[in-house]
Structures are given as C-alpha cells and as structure tokens.
C-alpha cells in the first residue's frame, strides 16, 4: 500500500468522522431550533392564543444547528466520493 493511499484513506476516516458529528450534532439541536422567544415550546396555550402556529419562529440555537446539519452532509458525501474511488467505480 503506498503512502499516498493510505493518506487518502486517513482522510476519507477523518471526513467521514467530522461529518457524522457535525450532522448528528446538528440534527439534535434542531430540537430547540424552533418556537417562540418568549417562553417554552407548548407550555402556555393562553399567552400565545389557541394556536400559536403564528408565533412559531427560529430561535438563537438554529443560527448554528441549520449550518451543522449542511456542513455535515456535505462532508459525508465528499467522503463518500473519496472512498468510491478506492473501488475503481466497483
């Protein structure tokens, strides 16, 4: 095995490792992503009315959970790509 297989094969580890963390990271924040800045997720039907569809809004936690969850994907795929080319297309 040459070193420059092996150096691709560290990386697809790598980016395959970075990626699942951000994604699962991302996808568990996105969980408090959603709602309205004034208090809890369902808590108090009466200050928001019956429906509180209306208020429903992004909070401060999806600046960064929204991002997390495309980055990982994306490396995922690129080290999905890297490591396609280990099999010669199969």
């Given at each position: 095995?040459?070193?420059n297989t092996e150096?691709?094969?560290?990386?697809y580890?790598?980016?395959l490792t970075l990626g699942g963390l951000c994604l699962g990271v991302g996808v568990?924040?996105?969980?408090w992503s959603f709602g309205w800045p004034e208090g809890t997720f369902n808590s108090d039907f009466r200050s928001i009315g019956f429906s509180g569809i209306d208020n429903i809004a992004f909070l401060p936690t999806a600046d960064w959970s929204i991002?997390?969850?495309v980055l990982g994907a994306?490396?995922?795929i690129f080290a999905n790509a890297i490591a396609w080319?280990?099999?010669?297309?199969y």
């Open positions: 095995m040459s070193a150096n691709k094969q560290s990386l580890v790598f980016l568990l924040h996105l969980i991002p997390l969850v994306i490396l995922m080319r280990f099999t010669d297309g």
